[in-house]
């Protein structure tokens, strides 16, 4: 479903990503853990074409991703969530979720707020269709980016640290939303923090660090045995 | 007779042309609504071309506005009056105050539409990527509409410097208000009422829409945090400008 080929990315001298070969299976549930400034946030950001890789290919469903076929391809496969919501302030939620709907899938208007008001139901937030974003917690913003995300009905959603910037009171209601997702047939990508969430959820766990995966496995394997040092030093010290 | 500049039988005289004065009120209106049409498409193009990352519009922007910006409107006007015809090209006086006070607003208002663009957060333009708009949808559908409420006091300034400077074509000429009201003026060697008269129709139409203006952004300021304002405690606030305190409550 993604395929990565030795993608590098720079950002003037700064090497970000080293060469990195990953491919993610339709459906997989991908976690990608590790220190901050390792890479995985532009790594998931090389997949949807925000960041442009300075070398190497990513590929979409077997199409090679370009700057000139991107907004194609990202409209018709790929959803983001991100760690700052990206809400639109000035739209209601109901419009934040149809907007891409109505916009890009050119479905009416009638249509696409049926669906929205079914992914509401999904987060939970059906009576807060008509109200603007700013008034909501940061957790009820992340939820409706949720359904911002699935009312494209896209077969893949990419997670930049979905709950890094909420309140620890509100993430386990955004973390209960992704898990209830991680059982329907959609390709997830997640950076995060949450350890408990990663042995969960994922199929799979990336660990990087300065811009390379170290190590990647089952989350049994993952958290159980894991085999690299670096791996071995930054699970002690986040699951104390 | 009475001989100062403002006795009333001189306002007489000046009440029985009304005509000249209103003809002359009209071609400003119409001069100033289409040359503002044509400074804001400009603004608004030329302003999306100065925050984009591609160095060519970038550059393309940045002629005009230095160009423009930096050589008074007076010259302008000139050179398409007396300019232009040298190498074939004819305009009429209408043409050129719409062209040339379009051109020369249109440089200012894509200064003011750039810093509004670049006040909104990149996250932004992300999420519309994220989504599959390309640049242009994404400026449309999401970035534009945030800026109205930024750039709306800025743009009016803009639109009321419009208005004044078409009195500028009364150096050609332009059948503009000021032209009507100064040749009016100096055939009946009556100039203080004329021009008193004169400054008041620009403040006529200057006035209410700053006014506008104002009520207007206060009023999309409000819209956006109308549902904070309801959720807050319902307690009474005991002191001034509650959507200032609102807004930074939403924020």
Known sequence: MIKLEHVCKSFGDLEVLKDISLTVEEGEKLVVIGPSGSGKSTMVRCMNFLEEPTAGQVFIDGTELTAKNKNDIVRKNIAMVFQQFNLYPHMTVLQNITLAPIKLQHMSKQDAEKIAYEYLDVVGLRDKAHVYPTTLSGGQQQRVAIARALATKQKIILFDEPTSALDPETVQEVLDVMIQLSRINITMVVVTHEMGFARQVADRILFMDHGAILEEGKPEHFFENPTNERTKAFLSKILK | ?251
């Not at chain 2, 810093?115 to 996250?123: E, H, K």
């Not at chain 2, 100096?186 to 700053?210: I, M, N, R, W």
């Open chain 2, 1 to 251: 007779m009475n001989s100062s500049p403002f006795s009333l039988d001189k306002w007489g005289r000046l009440f029985v042309s009304w005509q000249t004065f209103a003809e002359g009120f009209l071609t400003t209106l119409v001069i100033a609504v289409l040359a503002l049409a044509l400074a804001l498409l400009l603004g608004i193009v030329f302003g999306m071309f100065s925050s984009s990352h591609l160095r060519g519009l970038k550059g393309v922007s940045r002629v005009y506005v230095e160009f423009i910006q930096n050589i008074p409107l007076v010259i302008q006007i000139f050179f398409l009056y007396n300019g232009l015809p040298l190498v074939g090209i004819m305009l009429d006086k209408f043409t050129i105050g719409v062209l040339g006070i379009g051109v020369y607003t249109g440089a200012y208002i894509s200064e003011v539409v750039r810093a509004g663009i670049q006040s909104i957060p990149v996250g932004q333009m992300e999420a519309a990527k994220s989504q599959g708009f390309t640049h242009v949808q994404a400026m449309r559908y999401i970035i534009l509409p945030q800026t109205v409420k930024i750039v709306l006091p800025p743009l009016t300034n803009q639109a009321v410097n419009l208005i004044k400077n078409t009195s500028v074509l009364a150096m050609i000429a332009g059948g503009d208000l000021m032209y009507r009201a100064d040749s009016w003026a100096s055939s009946q060697l009556l100039y203080g009422p004329a021009y008193v008269t004169t400054g008041l129709l620009y403040f006529v139409l200057c006035f209410p829409l700053a006014t506008w203006a104002r009520n207007y952004e206060q009023r999309l300021k409000s819209h956006d945090v109308q549902s904070a304002v309801l959720l807050q405690k319902s307690k009474k606030v005991f002191w001034g400008s509650l959507p200032e305190l609102s807004k930074k409550g939403a924020a």
